[in-house]
């Protein structure tokens, strides 16, 4: 893992669809002012480090695995990546609706079903 403490805004991919959509309605309902820039991301109390990720991915499967840090030259990466998603909340109405540990728990359950068949 190149940087384990580094922050990111992590969320489950319908999360932000849910939010797209929600915004094609609006402009394919002709509603001025929604034909711009939108983050649709996860809410700040679940931008989580790379190494919380992995050490609860790694628990929510029972895996005994480990991780190590990759010590070589990597270039250079944020420390921290957050999207500021006050206009969605504000101006579409939308919210993410699972928090993080919801997020991953649904996430694993969907892997290990795909893997059983």
């Known amino acids: 893992m190149r940087n384990p ?7 489950h991919v319908l999360e932000p669809i849910g939010g797209y959509l929600k915004l ?20 700040d109390t679940d931008c989580k480090s790379v190494e919380w990720i992995t050490n609860t991915l790694l628990e929510l499967n029972d895996c005994k695995n480990s991780w190590e840090q990759d010590l070589n030259y990597n270039p250079h990466e944020a420390q921290l990546l957050k999207l500021d998603i006050s206009k969605a909340k504000n101006r579409l109405r939308w919210m ?12 694993v359950q969907w892997h290990k079903t795909y893997l059983s068949k």
Request: glycine fraction near 6%; hydrophobic fraction near 40%.
């Open 5 to 11: 403490l580094s922050v990111r805004p992590w969320q």
């Open 24 to 43: 094609c309605r609006k402009i394919i309902f002709w509603v001025d002012g929604f034909d711009e820039a939108w983050n649709f991301g996860p809410n």
């Open 96 to 107: 993410p609706k699972w928090d993080l540990d919801y997020s991953l728990k649904k996430i």
